[in-house]
């Protein structure tokens, strides 16, 4: 069947047992394509009667269908004619993982951070009702989605549409790991109340055993809105002003395409409760939905990765943490709905009482870390570096104008590779140092962050550590000078050019310093460790002793640590060069991390190429 499929015309006409059969070669194929590319995978196969029944009752691209986060439009992708282009999925130029416009007109608006697919949909129904078109808005949000306080701002305005627009709940009962708090409560109500559940199907079938049974179901649906009131629990989005219908069988095609085609008539917000299972089709991700959220290519038959990554950042972080816990109680770990990818699971079973996972709610997390520490407690807020972005007016105001001791753990620093411009940690650098009051360091390997940890928790005011994604750097153990506050490390001093280096650039300088060794370059290596404040002690003792600084950042460059670096530099009386080596201020898009080094000019041959093309 899947071979057939070219476009959401040759859906049109397939029969119920048909559409059946291409349901599970989609999930065939995805399983398939992501054991070899890596990618979103319990999301995906949890959508796929649902995508196909919104390709069925409607017709895209003229009507609009946004994805909330947009990790689990793998069958969207396929449908509308990118099937064989999904074997290139997140590899460097090859398809996103997520939807983006500039690769199809299906893809309505790009996505990638959560709650936002409301907000989205009401603009482009609003712009077409003002510029008088005719098409259908369908904004698909998942349960764990409403957990972000931007989805209700959005579900408050579009009660006031007075045209068709659609929003589909998608209730899986998972955001990324488990959903926690009042919304999943309310949802799993919903889904479980037999009273209504038990009446529609019980009134629904007596009638249609009747003399023009079929007529009176059709007006009795015209009322029930009047029934759900009485018997479905507060019957939330009715109260706001918008049509529910539901709870719909998200894996049924047929009561799928029915229901949006009911929603379809609605003049004004509808919303449609479709009940999914997260990972259907692959046994262990329907058992354990959260490790396969974001897999690396594994072995399909056995679910382990084909290749075995040493321990992480977030691993040791977590652990560390952990461990610094049972020695002071006052430590409390807050994390955004990703106690797994951040490293804070076994927190979360140490301490349970001492562990918030405040679900989708960055804004939250930070603003209750800081009630927390005004409270006496002493905050570590886990996060990853582009989701903290969405905190950022929370950090500015509510955290460091008081100058409250909130730890801010910032994983995914730097590149990420192929969840692309929208996952890349490269602004961290640059929109918390910005911010007075606010500290900001970086390991140069997992020891440092260990040492970090406990400098920061130890600390007064706001500090942030960022650290990279993935494996630990594990080399440099034999340097290991106490932390000071704004102070850098010297690795090595030599003469002539000074390598200045934070983070994961370390490694890099390190690499870069052997091998101009072997041209008969002694170079000074120097571990920043402090983007903010920059070591200006450190730096002034350079430009006595160097011809030229190097600064390296995995960060923009505007903002970054290396202009700080050049302007101490240019205050000084000497004429000292600084080369500042960054990421360039644009937006970077997917693929693998090495690659994206190479591409980006900050890989160790590309920077000594630079370096030499400079003299």
Known sequence: MLENIKGPEDLKHLTEKELECLAHEIREYIIDVTSETGGHLASNLGVVEL???????????????IW???HQAYTHKILSGRKDALKTLRRKGGLSGFPKAE?????AFDTGHSSTSISAGLG???????????HRVISVIGDGSLTGGMAYEGLNNAARMKKNFIIVLNDNNMSISHNVGGVSNYLNKVRTDQNYTALKRNVEDYLKKLTKGDKLV???KRAKDSIKQMVVPGMFFEDMGITYLGPVDGHNINELTKTFKEAATVNHAVIVHVITKKGRGYLDAEKHPEKYHGVEPFDRETGKRITESRKSYSSYFGECLTELAAEDKKIVAVTAAMPDGTGLSGFAKAYPDRFFDV????????TSAAGMAAGGLKPVVAVYSSFMQRGFDQILHDVCIQNLHVVFA???????GSDGETHQGIFDISYLSMIPNMTVMAPKNSSELRSMLIKAIGMDGPVAIRYPRGEAYEGLKEFHAPIETGKAEMLHEGSDTALFALGSMVSTAEHIMEKERVNGHDWTLVNARFAKPVDEEMVKRLCQTHRRIITLEENVLNGGMGLMVGKIASETDRNVEVLNIS???????????DSLRMMLGIDSDSIIERIEADE
């Open 103 to 107: 690769e199809s007109d299906f893809d």
């Open 359 to 366: 679900g989708i709610a960055e804004q939250h997390a930070v």
């Open 583 to 593: 990421l360039p201020d644009r937006y970077v898009e997917h693929g693998d991390i």
């Open 124 to 134: 482009l129904a609003q712009a077409r009702d003002l510029l008088g078109e005719d």
């Open 51 to 65: 995508t196909i029944a919104l390709f069925k009752a409607f017709d895209p691209p003229k009507d609009k269908i």
């Open 68 to 70: 909330d986060v947009g």
């Open 410 to 416: 910032i994983d995914r620093a730097g590149l990420v």
């Open 218 to 220: 059709k007006t009795l």
